[in-house]
């Protein structure tokens, strides 16, 4: 039996082994090899496009909020005071909250009372004792708490410290017969401001309200929930800042102009008594 020849390739050692190298495995194609169109399809695409691997992408950005209103954005601003001066001004602006005394609550009475010069600074600030029982607090438009009460002083004390405070002043407000019937107080129509009166304010000859006056010549909004006589007043009194120098005007061409009437009324009525023969003439 013939020998075995050995094998002319030795088999692979251990050694051998660990000294054998991979062969690097080749690398992918770019997308330009595999399609000649990709990059001229990418030069197409606008500059903020991704294309790739989900997770190589970049986060989205998150979708941009509406911006606000502007009109709505102003309406939030705060009526606050345009100075430090809390001295008496030549104008004050009057502004009273009230509750329901008599049957029912339907009656009408004084309970706190405020008052801010023209710079919008608080010279008056009371709450008052009503004459009568208080029989609704009516405090979702007043505010107004039986807590106060403690604080309340008699309405003859507020009703005399306003009567002196308003003397000689022009009196700003919104329906002021109002403030004023609760106060049982008289003032000089020629020195009433009223912003529901004066005719450059009414719509379609209707009088508006304060809060929509407000919205319009102020940009805020007021009486929103409870009413603050505060923030009323105030209100009042920078919507007559706003429009003073007409509003002063036209009263001066009203007033000139029924003193007008009045000298051709009178005129008239002297004439006509010389023309009477009915007039009985006396003689010196």
């Known amino acids: 039996m013939a020998a075995e020849r050995p094998s002319s390739v030795a088999p692979a050692t251990a050694a051998n082994k660990r000294t054998l190298k991979r062969k690097p495995k080749a690398k992918s194609a770019g997308p330009s090899a595999l399609n000649p169109n ?18 190589q992408r970049p ?29 008496l001004t030549k104008a004050l602006a009057l502004d009273c909250e009230m509750v329901g005394v008599g049957a029912g609550g339907s009656k009408s009475s004084e309970f706190r009372c405020n008052a ?39 309405f003859s004390i507020v009703q005399k410290d306003v009567a002196e405070l308003i003397t000689g002043r022009v009196l700003v407000g919104h329906a002021l017969h109002h403030d004023l019937k609760v106060l049982l107080l008289g003032h000089p129509k020629k020195d009433i401001r009223d912003t529901s009166e004066y005719e450059f304010f009414r719509r379609e000859g209707k009088r508006r309200s304060l809060k929509d006056l407000a919205a319009q010549e102020l940009c805020v909004k007021i009486q929103q929930k409870e009413h603050c006589p505060i923030e009323d007043a105030r209100a009042a009194m920078f919507i007559y800042k ?15 102009f029924k003193n007008k009437l009045k000298k051709r009324g009178s005129k008239k009525s002297t004439e006509g008594n010389e023309k009477d023969p009915n007039v009985p003439t006396v003689l010196l």
């Open 38 to 55: 990709w990059a001229q399809l990418q030069s197409k695409l606008p500059a903020s496009t991704f294309l790739g691997k989900r997770k």
């Open 59 to 87: 986060a989205p950005s998150p979708s941009p909020q509406p911006s606000p209103d502007p009109e709505e954005a102003e309406l939030t601003i705060k009526l606050d005071p345009t100075s430090d001066d809390t001295s």
């Open 242 to 256: 706003k429009h003073k120098k007409g509003w002063e005007k036209n009263r001066k061409d009203q007033f000139r």
């Open 116 to 154: 801010v010069n023209s710079f919008g600074n608080i010279v008056y600030d009371e709450y008052v004792r009503p004459m009568e029982r208080i029989v609704d607090y009516r405090t979702h438009i007043s505010g107004i708490r039986p807590k106060h009460m403690n604080k309340a002083k008699d």
